[in-house]
């Protein structure tokens, strides 16, 4: 399963990086970056948000390669980001909470950020498959679960979907007000430049919690358990929710066009929203956003295989190691079906919830406390 991960991560040069030159992507980019000018609009380009310069010049291009995900005027390009932003924060919820657990201290798995400002500058289908494959080899977690090392300190359990709130889906709506309706152009550009470090924002505001708030909360290992199961719902309904607002609205454009106005019909249709051209099919791009659509297709599905890979893999060695075997066509049919439903991500929770599930019922809490009483006895 390594070899694989590694393997997705890698093919981002390729069906991305190479794609993005190839169909013209980057060459209409750095053009909009000269004119000093949005893509599409007679709008000034910011170019100073910190004064450094190495910086700028990154959030310009960045600033640049968003704008037209979250200006409204691409109705496919914006529907598919409001999906693959739930599958991104539901897939940041299980490697900050993976980075938190007793086995990964002092592994790689437990730095988050340097892996969230991967995602943001390298792509999410970069940096998701190569934190899995590289937790995957360094965790004992991954080879060996059992309740004392995947546990969680109880006061990450408690903050984990309030700091992501604070830190992910608070600087996503800011930058996804419409300009100049509701804010002005430049401060749009402010928002989609200070919304890309949100993976260092949630590492930083569990951490101070953490160090601050955790002398209040004692290792209580029910209300541990109500914590765990409280984030992956939070998760699970965050990445669903997405996934089904694009799904539905997607397919109503085919089962119900008489509600759509004739102009999204076309463009909200599940071929244009879904399609993913392939890198050696000679398609070229005539503007940003719809280049923009192709390199975030790739993006999104590249991360969320990664991240769906990995759950599957540590829910099965739970599962041999626990139970002493795998219902094979049980659990197919449940990912299938989930990842049908709730996206990759969602499919994803819902495996690594009932990991978790699984080794704290039969290695920790309440039936290792019996078993020791009955020892004792």
């Given at each position: ?32 970056v000269a004119s000093g000018k949005l893509p599409g609009y ?336």
């Amino acid at each position: 399963m390594r070899a694989v991960l590694f393997s997705l991560s890698a093919f981002v040069c390729y069906a991305i990086f190479y794609f993005s030159h190839a169909n013209g992507l980057n060459e209409l980019a750095f053009k909009a970056v000269a004119s000093g000018k949005l893509p599409g609009y007679n709008e000034p380009l910011r170019t100073v948000y910190t004064g450094v310069e190495p910086i700028d010049k990154l959030l310009t291009v960045l600033t640049t390669f968003f704008y037209p995900v979250l200006d409204g005027q691409d109705a496919t390009l914006f529907l598919h980001s409001i999906g693959f932003s739930g599958t991104f924060g539901a897939t940041w919820t299980l490697v900050v909470l993976e980075s938190w657990r007793k086995g990964n201290s002092g592994t790689i798995a437990a730095y988050p950020t340097i892996f969230g400002l991967m995602a943001q500058v390298f792509t999410f289908a970069f940096a998701t498959p190569l934190v899995c494959a590289l937790q995957l080899g360094c965790s004992i977690t991954a080879r060996r679960p059992h309740a004392d090392n995947i546990r969680v300190p109880r006061v990450v359990l408690a903050v984990i979907p309030t700091v992501f709130i604070i830190g992910f889906l608070v600087p996503t709506n800011l930058m996804a007000l419409p300009a100049p309706e509701v804010i002005p152009v430049d401060w749009k550009q402010i928002a989609i430049a200070s919304w890309h470090p949100w993976p260092a924002y949630v590492s930083i505001l569990t951490t101070v919690a953490y160090y601050v708030l955790g002398p209040f909360f004692s290792n209580n290992h029910r209300a541990s358990m109500s914590g765990l199961r409280w984030v992956y719902a939070s998760a699970f309904i965050h990445a669903s929710l997405s996934h089904l607002v694009t799904l539905v609205i997607s397919v109503g454009t085919v089962v119900a066009p008489a509600l759509f106005d004739d102009r999204f019909v076309n463009a909200l249709h599940p071929c244009k929203v879904y399609s993913f051209p392939l890198p050696w099919s000679g398609m070229t791009v005539d503007t940003v956003a719809e280049g923009v659509h192709v390199f975030l297709r790739w993006d999104y599905m590249i991360g969320s295989a990664g991240i769906l890979l990995w759950a599957l893999k540590l829910h099965i060695v739970a599962q041999r190691q626990i139970v002493s075997g795998v219902s094979w066509l049980s659990l197919l049919f449940k990912v299938g079906l989930l990842t049908a439903l709730t996206g990759p991500a969602g499919a994803a929770v819902e495996l690594m919830w009932e990991r978790d599930e699984l080794v704290f019922g039969e290695t920790g809490g309440s039936r290792q406390q019996v078993t020791t009483a009955k020892k004792s006895s």
